[in-house]
């Protein structure tokens, strides 16, 4: 069986893309980085199916011409392969702004009402002509039936998005997956759900919340839809390219945002933490300074200042103890317990891992 990855998912505003959320997708590694690549899979989704697709050649293609009649292996539109399509390609027509790739369109557009297409995705928000004008922009028409067929055909549809998947003749580094098998059981039952970098120079809760300055856009609102059936949330640290500090949280009747919390807690690396009080404890933490995914024991002076882990961000920043040129800074204690910011068993980490457990349904 052929394994494709998603590189790219192109969304019309009205349309409740549950599965994608409602933006478009765009895997920046994949596409920008476009090597070893054996077929190119392009599909338009309509009703939550994937109603046509088209397979083409990768190999010796790149990024921007991989969509071209003559790397075609099959379509679902049985005239495509043998017909000479007008346009045929992502950046196609350039001179008339009302239609934008990806389009296969035959014949010649020398009158708006004889053009008939397979696909077009317009992408204006005013075009020319009356067979794609819309309420809102992009949108894509495609030919539900067999062949080619004119724009204003009964038989032309809007799909609810188009896709475009990879399938590589080898992974480098082998086929990436969101499960791992954390602990060596033999089951990849832990989804990788987020990653907090140290000195990157992102605010780490915004990314977390919204995924501002993220690659992989991820909305609030799709993960607010999809965190559902959590058994069990491991909150870990990494340094020096381990994880050194693990901490499970109790995911039942949990949301994304509010988990991260003491009576959530099942157990922790720091075995007085779950004992202790906490004058913080939560994703959240304190706004004013900027602090998050903080847990503080003491919270006052700056040299009274103790805890278990936090995140600074850029400034304000009134505590010398986090002082840093570049921002975010991960602070932890190494030892099994809180210790002081200032003068305790404390190390910068790499980064924070978050990964999600499912219930067994």
Same mark, same amino acid.
Do not use: I, M, Q, W
């Given at each position: 069986m052929r394994s494709f990855a998603l590189v790219l998912a192109l969304l019309p505003i009205f349309v409740d893309w549950k599965?994608?959320? /409602?933006?478009? %997708? +765009?895997n920046d590694d994949a596409l920008d980085n476009w090597t070893n690549i054996r077929e190119v899979l392009y599909g338009l989704v309509d009703n939550g199916i994937l109603v046509k697709v088209l397979r083409f050649k990768g190999a010796g293609s790149n990024y921007l011409n991989w969509m071209s009649k003559n790397r075609l292996i099959e379509s679902d539109w049985e005239d495509l392969k043998?017909?000479?399509?007008?346009?045929? =390609?992502?950046?196609?027509? *350039?001179?008339?702004? #009302?239609?934008? &790739?990806?389009? *296969? +369109?035959?014949?010649? &557009?020398s009158s708006t009402t004889t053009e008939a297409v397979w696909t077009v995705t317009v992408d204006k928000e005013k075009p020319a002509c009356i067979w794609e004008r819309n309420e809102t922009y992009p949108y894509f028409k495609y030919v539900a039936g067999q062949k080619y067929e004119n724009l204003n055909s009964y038989r032309i549809r809007s799909a609810q998005a188009i896709v475009v998947l990879l399938n590589y003749m080898h992974f480098p580094q082998g086929e990436?997956?969101? %499960?791992? #098998? *954390?602990? +060596? /059981? =033999?089951?990849k039952e832990c989804r990788f759900a987020f990653r907090g970098t140290a000195k990157v120079g992102q605010l780490v809760y915004q990314a977390y919340e919204t995924g501002a300055e993220v690659k992989d856009y991820m909305e609030a609102t799709c993960k607010t839809d999809n965190w559902k059936n959590i058994d069990q949330i491991l909150f870990g640290i990494i340094h020096k390219g381990k994880m050194v500090k693990t901490n499970f949280f109790n995911g039942e009747r949990t949301n994304y945002l509010d988990w991260f919390q003491p009576e959530y807690l099942l157990n922790s690396s720091w075995y007085d933490l779950p004992i202790g009080s906490q004058h913080f404890f939560s994703i959240i933490g304190n706004p004013d300074l900027k602090r998050r995914f903080y847990i503080e024991r003491n919270f006052g002076a700056c040299t009274d200042d103790a805890g278990w882990v936090v995140v600074s961000n850029k400034p304000p920043r009134p505590c010398p103890w986090e002082d840093s040129e570049i921002f975010p800074i991960i602070k932890f204690t190494a030892g099994p317990k809180a210790e002081n910011w200032s003068e305790g068993d404390v190390l910068e980490a790499d980064a924070f891992v978050i990964f999600l457990k499912y219930k067994k349904l």
């Open positions: 599965a994608l959320c /409602t933006n478009h %997708y +765009r043998f017909a000479k399509p007008n346009f045929f =390609g992502l950046v196609e027509n *350039l001179n008339e702004a #009302d239609v934008s &790739p990806p389009s *296969l +369109r035959y014949p010649s &557009p990436p997956s969101e %499960y791992h #098998d *954390l602990f +060596r /059981t =033999g089951e």
